[in-house]
């Protein structure tokens, strides 16, 4: 008897080393396992996940266990750890998400039920609202360090000098300075928010773990950084898709904030053209594959865009915005080159 469970399971074995460099990337291949520090993603070699073996039984892909503690499990587990997500449904769903698979249906014949926002939603709306316009504060310095004066038109970006962080194993908050960035769903309502804390000068992030956090329900969302038209330009990073503006400021621009993501974000009607920016690494890579499989089935054109180094804001921030443009304008469709900056 066909069990999605068991198969979702098995499709993650499969990509074990791309789960791993999404929820643990604290860690690192060794072999035929990733290395880690535990389950919160702490640096260290306690905690090992095999990335190659049989389907099932002992030795099995995508089995884990921590030397420390005794603790093992599966890919499920771990998701499930570094997501925080206790309902069994919703961390199916998020499975789905980082394997780019749709989300089931509910068929016709059911009585359409009133959606409940998903946890963590009015608290995420609630720290958008009050947090501030990023123009002369410690986020438009951050942002600018890394090579950006476009914050995009959208208002999806904003500061809070004192968004509460907690260090991963720890149980006191610190007031921190943060850029909150807006996860909206398409019809524009707050589902949840990304936050980057910094440091007090801003000039980077803040020296603590983790650095970036999201809440809220980031599932076939994104940062809508610029208003999208016929075409659109879905990436993972906020920093690596504010480049791609810095470089050609026609392109609408989304976030998708990570691999994972990137393949649900769900696209928006009447889209001709997709622009999948990647990240060059191999689960950027396979995101990147199930979202542009996606597209083309619904008849939208997609062509990917690659930097030269790791993600578009290396590339911006050492050969500048005029070599990126160059870079992208070999990459656009002629159809959108009338967009590029004469």
């Known amino acids: 008897m066909y069990s999605e469970t068991e198969d979702l399971v098995r499709d993650l074995a499969e990509n074990a080393e791309g789960v791993c460099r999404a929820y643990l990337p604290a860690g690192r291949r060794e072999g035929s396992y990733w290395i880690v520090g535990d389950l919160q993603n702490n640096p260290g070699r306690s905690l090992f996940v095999r990335l190659t073996g049989p389907a099932s039984g002992?030795?099995?892909?995508?089995?884990?266990?921590?030397?420390?503690?005794?603790?093992h499990g599966d890919l499920l587990d771990i998701i499930r750890a570094r997501t925080g997500i206790t309902r069994f449904p919703d961390l199916l769903a998020e499975a789905r998400a980082h394997l780019g698979r749709p989300q089931p249906v509910a068929p016709d014949r059911q009585e359409p039920r009133k959606?409940?926002?998903?946890?963590?939603?009015?608290?995420?709306?609630?720290?958008?609202?009050?947090?501030?316009?990023?123009?002369?504060?410690l986020a438009e310095t951050y942002l600018r360090s890394r090579g950006i004066t476009q914050f995009g038109a959208n208002g999806a970006l904003r500061f809070h000098p004192k968004c509460w962080h907690r260090e991963e194993g720890q149980t006191r908050s610190i007031p921190r300075p943060a850029i909150i960035a807006a996860v909206t769903d398409?019809?524009?309502?707050?589902?949840?928010?990304?936050?980057?804390?910094?440091?007090?000068?801003?000039?980077?992030?803040?020296?603590?773990?983790?650095q970036r956090r999201a809440m809220g329900h980031l599932l076939c969302n994104a940062v809508r950084l610029t208003p999208h038209d016929d075409i659109l330009v879905v990436g993972e990073g906020i920093e690596t898709m504010l480049s791609l503006s810095e470089a050609i400021p026609g392109l609408p621009v989304w976030a998708a904030l990570s691999s994972g993501h990137l393949g649900a974000v769900l696209l928006p009607e009447g889209l001709k053209r997709l622009y999948v920016a990647i990240d060059r690494d191999p689960a950027g890579q396979r995101a990147a594959e199930k979202l542009s499989a996606r597209a083309s089935e619904v008849g939208v054109r997609v062509r990917v865009l690659e930097p030269r180094l790791g993600d578009f804001n290396d590339d911006l921030r050492a050969n500048g915005k005029d070599a990126l443009r160059q870079h992208l304008a070999g990459q656009i469709g002629p159809e959108d080159r009338h967009r590029l900056p004469s």
């Open 186 to 210: 398409g019809a524009g309502a707050v589902q949840g928010v990304h936050r980057t804390w910094l440091a007090p000068d801003g000039q980077g992030k803040a020296a603590v773990n983790p």
């Open 115 to 137: 959606a409940k926002a998903p946890g963590g939603t009015p608290a995420a709306a609630r720290l958008f609202a009050a947090s501030n316009p990023i123009t002369g504060t």
């Open 58 to 71: 002992p030795g099995a892909a995508g089995k884990f266990t921590d030397g420390a503690t005794g603790e």
